[in-house]
């Protein structure tokens, strides 16, 4: 079997409602399997208005908003006509990225039909309990996670601490990496703009400290704004934009008295807002990845983020970075004021993640992506499945 002969059901909670990480990396994977010959049909929520341009062929899933994130839309299953149209395609792989009900819906009818399956993780979903003050549900939620996972033939992660991670919750016992690339046309140090900076009213000599991302509580906002306002308490100079929006924009904002609120930004207005910044703060323990560390690393900016699986496999503490204990905001103010004083600091350490950012490449990932899918299909095949009968 070759990459002609993929027939993949992709199965996502978001797919394209909203643009993050896990959206932008997915459409690219099917990019390239369509590009190559496989086939691919895509079983998601949709919405009026999505904020991707989605790769491929979509087959809405019925779904619910969820109270209080109305952009993101919950899966109520896969069944009616999805499921009709899931069955007709045939898939000889099935690709589960989300842990909802039409996930498992397809996995089971995956397990039945002697069909492989691959799980991608893209969120720590585990830990979103502690954010709403309900860390005692954490256990609980690992043990949901585990149940679909260990039915896949094998998981994939984006980062190798993201797989220990898996690993030491007994996840599956076959888990790789899929991890994520950059477009340079967007990131790059050359997208620097000092007269947008003007602009939003920063001097050139002004150090910015940037946030990337949507917000949302779990994101770390609070340990954000908490190790700003410990900056300033020290009188450090800098200044704070915040690149994204959310739900949480009204209470970020209160917190951050004098921050620049950017907004949501994409393409190439993205890259000159990251590349415009001097100092990149990731605060958050809930990626399995890190894109908005890497693309800062593109970008030649130094980041100070927390030790954990999101960042933790990207920046090279004391090199490219400092990692920081998750949740100490006076160890990240330690960490941020020496880059706010010390311009060479900055471009030593920033020059250094641009050379270490340099291997991820959206090529040489999606073909890794190709071999895992081609591996486990040809690996039913073998056993005298399903679909060795319909390619005999």
């Not at 003050?133 to 984006?158: H, I, N, Q």
Request: charged share 25%; hydrophobic share 40%.
């Amino acid at each position: 079997m070759d990459v002609t002969d993929l027939r993949v059901a992709l199965v996502s909670g978001n797919y394209d409602m909203v643009r993050d990480g896990p959206t932008q990396a997915l459409n690219r994977l099917v990019g390239y399997v369509l590009e190559k010959g496989g086939a691919v049909r895509i079983f998601a929520p949709t919405v009026e208005n999505p904020q991707v341009d989605a790769v491929g062929e979509v087959i809405s899933l019925p779904s619910i908003a969820i109270p209080g994130r109305s952009e993101y839309r919950v899966p109520l299953g896969l069944f009616g006509k999805a499921k009709e149209t899931f069955e007709d395609f045939r898939p000889n792989l099935v690709h589960v990225a989300s842990p909802d009900r039409a996930s498992r819906q397809a996995v089971d009818w995956a397990r039945a039909h002697d069909v492989p399956v691959l799980g991608s993780v893209h969120t720590r979903f585990e830990t979103y309990p502690r954010y709403y003050k309900l860390g005692f549900l954490e256990p609980a939620v690992e043990a949901w996670l585990r149940r679909m996972y260990r039915k896949c033939d094998a998981l994939v992660a984006p980062s190798e601490g993201m797989v220990d991670v898996l690993r030491s919750q007994r996840m599956n016992d076959d888990i790789g990496i899929y991890t994520r690339g950059i477009d340079r046309s967007i990131f790059h140090p050359g997208a620097r703009d000092m007269a947008w900076r003007r602009e939003q009213g920063i001097a050139d000599d002004e150090v910015v400290i940037s946030f990337l991302g949507r917000l949302v509580m779990e994101k770390g906002l609070d340990i954000f704004a908490d190790a700003i306002i410990e900056l300033r308490r020290r009188q450090v100079p800098h200044r704070v934009v915040v690149i994204g929006d959310g739900p949480a924009r009204s209470w970020f904002e209160k917190a951050l008295p004098g921050g620049i609120f950017v907004g949501l930004q994409e393409g190439a207005d993205l890259g000159r807002a990251v590349a415009s910044s001097d100092i990149f703060l990731n605060p958050s323990i809930t990626e399995t990845f890190g894109n908005v560390t890497l693309e800062h690393m593109a970008c030649a900016i130094p980041v100070v983020a927390a030790n954990a699986t999101g960042s933790s496999s990207l920046v090279a503490d004391g090199e490219t970075g400092v990692l920081v204990e998750p949740g100490n905001v006076t160890a990240f103010a330690d960490a941020l004021a020496p880059y706010c004083i010390d311009a060479d600091l900055r471009a030593r350490h920033g020059a250094a993640g641009l050379e270490r950012s340099q291997p991820y490449t959206w090529e040489a990932i999606n073909a890794s992506m190709v071999d895992t899918y081609l591996r486990l299909a040809n690996a039913q095949k073998a056993k005298g499945g399903p679909q060795a009968e319909r390619s005999a």
